[in-house]
């Protein structure tokens, strides 16, 4: 047997080991909403830049939110945008009382753009809770009701289901709606098993108390990205974390337009993987495996000796990975194109190995 061999064997088994561990953890989770019997003050903050396109749509919905008024407050960021993200902002301050903005121009020097942004909106807001999402997101009507009826004694975070908005019916627009399914899939399965190992910035709420307890970001301030893992992962260690079911909490997202940002935003996230060491082992392990076995996977087409054994063993990680995928699109309601779901499978091989190297010496941006 080759080494090459060996180590695709060897972590091809971890990796199924971990899928089975995400499927059964989809498995265990409970339909969580709760009646609302107290209604704490809330915070909403947003990080924005360059979101003329998108902006107006995530306030409108923000702006009929069946949760209180009197209790709820919306922070708009703007980081120093170019457009008129600025004049869309303004235009909701001025006729609802309870939204308000603050203008970022100039790049701080201690923090990362969008850490910079968010701490700067949180530190003008005054809720119990802290709810964040993204310029580019549409939120139902019971969003905000949704994650905060979660919120029991000892919880410290509540995790929101975020997926692509498929409406564009592109072929790109459905390639993301799956590799970001697949990672609302395991960030779910490991929180079935009380693991809290992610979320997303895009439907994150939390206490204002945690918030502080962590020092904010100050910790992972010039990370430019992360901002939602390093909340999750920090807030778990002392508080329950939890992860919000159902659809009435459910997020849209828009889908990048092009290849190259679809690149440059995945690349940004694996750039986590710099401060990793520092926080949950497991989850480090896990994307250790998921990177050697594609790693490996890839390798093995060039190796002669090693060729006749992939069919079997790609179709042996394909098969585990429809099991995580399948489990994830019934529990959430998501719909998976099948033949893209193929492509995305055969050519995670690729993918993984490339994003995940060039994270760790990549160069990328926030925004444009």
């Not at 080991?17 to 969580?32: P, Q, V």
């Not at 009826?149 to 692509?164: A, D, M, P, R």
């Not at 002392?238 to 009435?248: G, L, P, R, V, W």
């Not at 926080?279 to 790693?295: P, R």
Request: aromatic share 14%; proline share 4%; with cysteine.
């Amino acid at each position: 047997m080759s080494f090459l061999l060996f180590v695709l064997l060897f972590s091809l088994a971890f990796y199924i080991c971990f899928t089975i561990y995400f499927w059964t953890g989809l498995k265990r989770l409970k339909s969580n909403q709760n009646i609302l019997e107290y209604y704490p003050p809330v915070s909403i903050v947003v990080a924005a830049r360059n979101e003329e396109l998108f902006l107006p749509r995530l306030l409108s919905a923000l702006a009929k939110q069946d949760y209180p008024v009197d209790k709820l407050e919306i922070i708009i960021a703007d980081d120093r945008s170019t457009d008129k993200t600025w004049e869309c902002i303004k235009n909701h301050t001025n006729q609802f009382p309870h939204f308000s903005g603050v203008r970022i121009t100039e790049r701080s020097d201690n923090m990362s753009p969008k850490k910079n942004a968010l701490s700067r909106a949180i530190h003008l807001s005054s809720g119990d809770i802290i709810i964040s999402t993204d310029a580019d997101c549409l939120v139902p009507e019971t969003w905000i009701s949704s994650m905060v009826s979660l919120f029991e004694k000892n919880t410290g975070i509540v995790v929101g289901y975020s997926e692509i908005d498929q409406s564009q019916k592109s072929f790109l627009c459905h390639y993301q709606a799956v590799d970001f399914l697949a990672l609302m899939s395991a960030n779910a399965g490991s929180l079935g098993w009380r693991n809290a190992w992610s979320g997303s910035g895009q439907n994150l709420a939390y206490r204002r108390s945690d918030f502080d307890r962590i020092k904010g970001f100050i910790p992972v301030a010039h990370q430019v990205s992360g901002d939602d893992m390093y909340l999750v992962q920090s807030i778990a260690k002392k508080h329950t974390a939890t992860f919000n079911t159902s659809k009435e909490g459910f997020v849209k997202t828009s889908p990048v337009l092009s290849i190259k940002q679809y690149l440059n935003q995945r690349i940004r996230w694996a750039s986590n993987a710099r401060k990793l060491p520092n926080q949950n082992v497991f989850f480090l392990f896990f994307l250790f495996s998921a990177f050697l076995c594609n790693t490996s996977l890839f390798l093995g087409f060039f190796s002669s000796s090693m060729f006749s054994f992939l069919p079997v063993l790609l179709g042996i990680k394909i098969f585990f990975d429809a099991l995580v995928i399948q489990a994830g699109s019934t529990k959430f309601n998501t719909p998976v194109n099948i033949l893209t779901f193929i492509v995305w499978s055969l050519f995670q091989p690729v993918y993984i190995p490339f994003i995940g190297l060039s994270g760790l010496i990549g160069k990328f941006r926030w925004k444009a």
